[in-house]
């Protein structure tokens, strides 16, 4: 047997590519920056987690986006988007952004699969998808049975008993990766249906492994220095304990996403990002937009007039133009 | 055969065309009853046939004891990357474990910057890491899979560039089950300091500072 090494460059960006701006996340603010910045031919990177990832990218009907009578999904729209600003040059990967340096004059995006990226600017899209709090337990036995990442911790939960917890594509993946080690995987989903791709919902309900359960709070991480349980609530059902050795967790809120930022930018004490009329952070050549800010109503059409706020901010930032130079074509 | 692909040897022997200083991978293996041995051997002899700057020294962990010894090395596979040249130094950057996956990376980097001699940690870091009166000793625990754990073990191999007092391990969890166990480790990446306090996760250059002050005290 050959032992696969895993010594492709990813993780150097292997590419030496540099580009003008990369965008992370890909939702209405960030595909909207993108076909601005790319028509404005500044090489143009977009990192987005996947099309149903975000907010819009969830909702099932819209019919009050200026222009598109509907009523269409959510992830219709922004697929739409995104592919006016691929025709206009610029590039999407599906990844994760886990960290971001922001202390030089390039800036750089580490994702979790394809590697460091550099650019001249960023903007910060991800949304406000976030978790708000940590059940009991969580924060404690972080590391001691509950985890993130089940790419990373798997192999230490061989013939074990696991939860995983979600409802996403994300938390479908990190369950069907679990099945090479664990002996059973609870997944326990908060809503009455899986939010995810119909081939992962499938492929996870017809795993001997993976047992489902909708509808289902996670109440409590319980362990005294090593995870033993999770107690969980079904509707209207009493209160139960799973003996569970490890909790993978992967729940939603409505808090900015800003864990990959570690610190670097100024946030309110809601953790939102504070920027200028331009959209700027406190770092220059850093813009952020969307729900990462809290100022504003959450739609879709501010969320783009946003992006495109930014990315005219960002051409006016790198090519240091005085004025901005509407485009009338 | 070659174990990179080709685009990514090219890309490598590029960048190491502009390394200011030699330097060695000091491979520790043995013969038997350990996993990743051969392999981790054959990284460092791949990596350093890409730079005339780059060298492998193989020792074998138990005949070769003295040497071992020398740069406190106390389980295998073990990789150590050093400075060569007219100012040879070894910096006390340690791999446990085979730096495949997630961890090639770092070793590619931490290549550059034994060639560089600079930490590129912050003035604050810098400082305080002068003002170091006693040894440390930093474990990064990770695994080949783990996106996160690169930045955790850099960091640490920095703070063993900026510092003579610091050294600085990756060990790789699943091949060394036995410390895995004894830090209890379940999660990756866990930086352990001194024995004394540890960090679950990436986390920012001031906070793992702020833990080695604490391991100190």
């Known amino acids: ?329 | 055969m070659s174990l990179l692909r080709e685009e990514d040897r090219q890309y490598l022997i590029k960048e190491f065309e502009s390394l200011p200083e030699a330097v060695k991978l000091v491979v520790f293996t043995q013969e038997f009853e350990c996993q990743y041995c051969r392999e981790t051997r054959a990284i460092a002899e791949e990596l350093a046939s890409l730079s005339d700057k780059i060298s492998v020294e193989v020792y074998d962990f138990v005949k070769d004891k003295a040497v071992a010894e020398q740069y406190g090395i106390d389980k295998v596979p073990a990789l150590a990357v050093v400075r060569g040249g007219a100012q040879p130094k070894d910096y006390g950057i340690r791999f446990y474990g085979i730096p495949a996956g997630y961890e090639f990376t770092t070793l590619v980097e931490d290549i550059m910057m034994a060639a560089r001699g600079e930490s590129g940690l912050m003035p604050a870091s810098k400082e305080q890491l002068a003002r170091l009166t006693q040894p440390v000793h930093v474990q990064v625990f990770v695994t080949p899979t783990c996106p996160y754990c690169p930045q955790a073990v850099r960091l640490a191999h920095q703070l063993a560039v900026e510092s003579d007092l610091v050294r600085a391990d990756m060990v790789e969890a699943i091949e060394f089950p036995h410390l895995a166990v004894r830090y209890q480790v379940q999660g990756v990446p866990r930086t352990v300091i001194n024995d004394r306090e540890h960090i679950e996760g990436a986390a920012p250059e001031p906070m793992v500072l702020a833990r080695l002050a604490a391991a100190l005290r």
């Open chain 1, 1 to 329: 047997m050959e032992l696969n090494l895993g010594l492709g460059l990813a993780g150097l960006g292997a590419g030496p590519e540099a580009y003008d701006v990369i965008i992370i996340g890909g939702g209405p603010a960030g595909a909207s920056a993108a076909i601005y910045t790319a028509r404005a031919e500044l090489r143009t990177l977009v990192i987005d987690k996947g099309l149903t990832a975000g907010a819009l990218g969830v909702t099932a009907k819209i019919s009050n986006y200026p222009g598109v009578p509907g009523p269409i999904s959510g992830a219709q729209l922004v697929e739409t988007m995104r592919r006016q600003a691929e025709s206009f040059g610029a590039r999407f990967i599906t990844d994760k952004v886990i960290g971001v340096d922001l202390s030089g004059d390039a800036k750089t995006v580490i994702a979790a699969a394809s590697g460091t990226f550099k650019a001249r600017a960023l903007i910060l899209a991800t949304g406000s998808m976030g978790r708000t709090h940590t059940v009991p337990g969580e924060d404690r036995l972080l590391g001691r049975g509950v985890s993130y990442c089940a790419t990373c911790d798997g192999a230490f939960f061989r013939d074990l008993a696991v939860a995983v917890v979600g409802n996403n594509d994300e938390t479908l993946e990190e369950a069907l990766l679990l099945t090479k080690f664990a002996q059973h995987i609870y997944l326990l989903a908060p809503t009455p249906a899986l939010n995810a791709r119909a081939a992962l919902i499938d492929e996870v309900k017809a795993h001997a492994k993976i047992e489902v359960r909708l509808g289902t709070r996670l109440k409590e991480i319980v362990g005294d220095d090593q995870v033993t349980g999770v107690r969980i609530q079904a509707r209207a059902g009493p209160e139960e304990v799973l003996p569970v050795q490890g909790a993978f967790i992967y729940l939603q809120g409505a808090k900015p996403i800003t864990d990959y930022l570690n610190g670097q930018l100024e946030t309110t004490a809601d953790g939102c990002l504070v920027v200028s009329r331009e959209m700027q952070t406190n770092v220059p050549g850093v813009f952020a937009v969307g729900d990462l800010l809290c100022s504003h109503i959450k739609q879709a059409v501010i969320a783009a007039a946003d992006g495109v706020i930014a990315a005219m901010a960002v051409d006016k930032f790198l090519r240091g133009k005085a004025r901005l130079q509407p485009d009338w074509r």
